[in-house]
Antibody
């Protein structure tokens, strides 16, 4: 059974940093593109970032470019999101998602971790 | 960026009803469209990919159609478990974008 478990969320002040982690099991992690998708409270879904199987390609939504970094450790079956210079508008539940069939198609999802940016 | 527009935003229906949700893309995305179901407090679940392919394990009452800029998700006979929020998503090009969601409520 596939499991994606996010961790690392919490309350952080504007301008602060946070590192999210996602532990994967039940599928061939190293064969999948991996992604972060977020959802602000009461709002819809927003794709944040994607990383290729070996980490050689990374893509970001414009609003986080230069502030967020997606990375992975295939030996640990883990995905990460380093978030710097956080803003109030980054407040959201952050989901880890895997793409198996096609790049950009989110086959597997975690339960999410809440990031709150507030003073 | 490709804008995805869903309609309606809210849909009230009864168990056994046939319902259709529409998704429009601001430019052609061929068939690179997915539909997801999300229940409160949970991550989304993939229902349909490549516009009309049913994800394994998803009941056959769900179906998708369309190509280019116009797409639909149809539930042939609503079951109690289907009351949730549905999102379309294009994966034709970056940035990947979602529709604003359609909340399916019990009438």
């Amino acid at each position: 059974e596939v499991h994606l478990v996010e961790s690392g969320g919490g309350l952080v002040q504007p301008g602060g940093s946070l590192r999210l982690s996602c532990a994967a099991s039940g599928f061939s992690f190293s064969a999948y593109w991996m992604n972060w998708v977020r959802q602000a409270p009461g709002k819809g879904l927003e794709w944040v970032a994607s990383i290729k199987q070996g980490g050689s390609e990374r893509y970001y939504v414009d609003s986080v470019k230069g502030r967020f970094t997606i990375s992975r450790d295939n030996a640990k079956n883990s995905l990460y999101l380093q978030m710097n210079s956080l803003r109030a508008e980054d407040t959201a539940v952050y989901y880890c998602a895997g793409s198996g069939y096609d790049t950009g198609l989110f086959d597997y999802w975690g339960q999410g971790t809440l990031v709150t940016v507030s003073s | 960026d490709i804008q995805m527009t869903q309609s309606p935003s809210t849909l009230s229906a009864s168990v056994g009803d046939r319902v259709t949700i529409t998704c429009r893309a601001s430019q052609s995305i061929s068939s690179w469209l997915a539909w997801y179901q999300q229940k409160p407090g949970k991550g989304p679940n993939l229902l349909i990919y490549k516009a009309s392919s049913l994800e394994r394990g998803v009941p056959s009452r769900f179906s998708g159609s369309g190509s280019g800029t116009e797409f639909t998700l149809t539930i042939s006979s609503l079951q109690p478990d289907d009351f949730a929020t549905y999102y379309c998503q294009q994966y034709n090009s970056y940035p990947y974008t979602f529709g604003q969601g359609t909340k399916l409520e019990i009438k």
